[in-house]
């Protein structure tokens, strides 16, 4: 009988290290895994735990899965000290993504902050299959620090395919681009704010200005489309630890609209 809680295994491919804190893990499952852009799945390492990450790879591609994970705890700073051809699991994948046929025909507006552009890596390549299908894409991204700055060589592909715009807080001697938070770069869009949509996935106190930032310039909040992170543990809706008012992350989520979190207290915490 299948078990909604046993992990398959998948053998680490291929590790990248991405930034001083970032490394991406390429995985191949045992067997096909299917995911739709914004789901989640749960990592394991056995012996060790397990913790929600959303997949930051193509999910055309099938037989090999790809997480970028920040060096931030306990089970992340045991992954970032793995090597080749060890074994972890995988369970999943579990949570609503990003509705990629309501986008068809519209601008979008793509706004992402740190290891927060590792999901939207896996959005924009699925854009990327049937970029036709799309209006305009436009991707701005924030970062700390240049070091800090994630997949720099992608940027600059995509660049040649949508429009890019990139910040970081905090510049070095060598750094000739914007500098100042997220929010500074969201300015002089050719776009009609009032028709676009606008994804946003980031740390929460980016996503939180970001957003506000949006609804300043005119984003309608059932039109902005938030990435939500909480205690994701169970994966099913069965432990509450991800509750956000009336919903579950984990089963709601993660992919929210802004207009059905907007009234709920400390969305941000």
Sequence with gaps: MYNIYQAQPAIIEDIIEETPTIKSFILRPQRDFSFSTGQFIELSLPGIG??????????????????TIMNVGRLTQQLHSLSKNVRVGIRGPYGNGYPL??????????VGGGVGLAPLRSLLLSLFSELKQYKK?????????????????????????????????????????????????LKDFSIDVKKAVSVVCGPPIMMKFTTLKLIDLGFKPENIYLSMEKNMSCGLGKCGHCRIGKYYVC??????????????????D
């Design 101 to 110: 046929e309501e986008f068809k025909g519209r601008e979008i507006l793509i």
């Design 251 to 268: 089963k709601d989520g993660p992919v929210f609209t802004y207009d059905k979190l907007e009234n709920i207290p400390d969305i941000w």
């Design 50 to 67: 397990e913790a929600p990450f959303t997949p930051s790879s193509d999910p055309n591609k099938k037989d090999k899965l790809e997480v």
């Design 137 to 185: 894409v436009l991707l701005r991204y924030g970062a700390r620090t240049p070091k800090d700055t994630l997949y720099r060589n992608l940027l600059s592909e995509w660049s040649k395919k949508i429009d890019v715009i990139t910040t970081v807080d905090t510049a070095d001697k060598e750094y000739k681009g914007n500098v100042g938070l997220v929010t500074t770069i």
